[in-house]
């Protein structure tokens, strides 16, 4: 059996790693220049500490990859513990590429004619499938930031739906050496560069700023069960069958309340090699784990629409508690449900 991966990301890679565990070795094709000094698409450092148990797997440590703990946690006007840490991402990418036959090109589909099978892992791009029965993509903006203290208190990580006039968050994370990346992804009225100026600028009697690297994407929160067909079959030039099959954020394993994608894309990937290579079987595990990212879809689409303008009805505010209570962060229930009303603020105000 020939397999081939489309793009060598987080999904992409640590499919790699768990097939050749299997005794299966595909080609791993990415193409891809990224012109951020970590040369890797850079949002999303932040990770919860069971990230161990996929790392386990491949045979990789945590530790040796930890940058930083977030706890506690700022989120808007509360404080919370949470097992939530920064990680060293393009160190662990390039490890999980190690052992697999890379080849430094993107491909379509004549230059994929060879496999029999062919995983697309390209994120975002969805380049090898057809498109998503419903998408929805979160524009983000991050800086890597140098940040001096002008007294003696830090700068903490935190997160903070209160600052964007839209739906959205402004998010805060330290990766080492006085660094942080400083980051807004939003959906609706927001000038992203000028949320970050005015945080600059309000922040500037306790800190300076300088900014390292500049980088601008979107990432895919539609939710998986809007994400369908996870895969599809093709005939080849010879006349026999392909089965072009996804994973990780090219089917939508994303959350669309927090964005957070690392660990749900690398569950979404083991998912993949434990039902290998059975499409049906996998489409079915994956809309069963991940069937809460289609309600937090249905709160998502409900804010968007007119009917929402007026804020989150009572069980969107219970889906962003849950939300928060599946990443273990101890947000207490009154005060969590009397801030989540911020996370919608919709406001028209063309400067932000």
């Known amino acids: 059996m020939n397999v081939a991966i489309a793009g060598a990301g987080i999904a992409g890679g640590y499919l790699a790693g768990l097939l050749e565990k299997r005794g299966i070795v595909p080609d791993v094709y990415d193409g ?15 990770v919860p500490m069971g990230i161990q148990t996929y790392l386990t797997d491949v045979g990789l440590d945590l530790n040796d990859y930890l940058i930083e703990p977030m706890s506690p946690m700022h989120f808007d006007d509360l404080v919370a513990g949470t097992p939530l840490c920064t990680i060293h991402k393009p160190r662990l990418l390039q490890d999980f590429r190690k052992k697999a036959t890379m080849k430094r090109q993107n491909v379509g589909m004549d230059e994929l004619d060879d496999y029999d099978i062919v995983v697309d892992a390209t994120g ?26 002008e007294g003696t208190t830090r700068l903490e990580a935190g997160v903070y739906g209160n600052r964007i006039p839209g739906l959205g ?45 500049s980088c601008q994407d979107s990432i895919r929160v539609a939710s ?8 599809e079959r093709r005939e080849r030039s010879d006349g026999t069958s392909q089965l072009i099959i996804g994973v990780g954020e090219s089917i939508g394993t994303v959350s669309p309340f927090t964005g957070e994608g690392i660990v749900h894309s690398l569950e979404c ?24 990212m289609k309600r937090e879809r249905e709160t998502l689409d409900y804010l968007l629409s007119t009917e929402g303008k007026g804020g989150p009805r009572m069980r969107d505010r219970w889906r962003f508690f849950r939300s928060a209570r599946r990443s273990e962060i101890e947000l207490p229930m009154i005060e969590a449900f009397k801030q989540m009303g911020s996370l919608s603020l919709w406001v028209e105000n063309t400067d932000c």
Do not use: M
């Open 169 to 213: 968050y402004l998010w805060i994370f330290p990766v080492g050496h006085d660094q942080y990346h400083i980051g807004i992804g939003g959906i609706g009225p927001i000038k992203h560069e000028n949320i970050l100026e005015r945080f600059y600028r309000e922040s500037s009697e306790r800190f300076s700023f300088a900014i390292k690297c």
């Open 124 to 149: 975002i791009h969805r380049a090898l499938l057809p498109p998503c029965r419903s998408d929805l993509a979160l524009p983000t903006l991050q800086h890597r930031v140098s940040v001096e203290c």
């Open 269 to 292: 990937a083991k998912i993949l090699a434990d039902t290998w290579p059975n499409p049906e079987r996998y489409t079915r595990s994956v809309l069963a784990r991940f069937a809460w």
């Open 224 to 231: 998986p069960y809007h994400s369908t067909p996870f895969y």
């Open 32 to 46: 891809a220049l990224h012109t951020t000094t970590c040369k890797c698409r850079s949002c999303g450092w932040g």
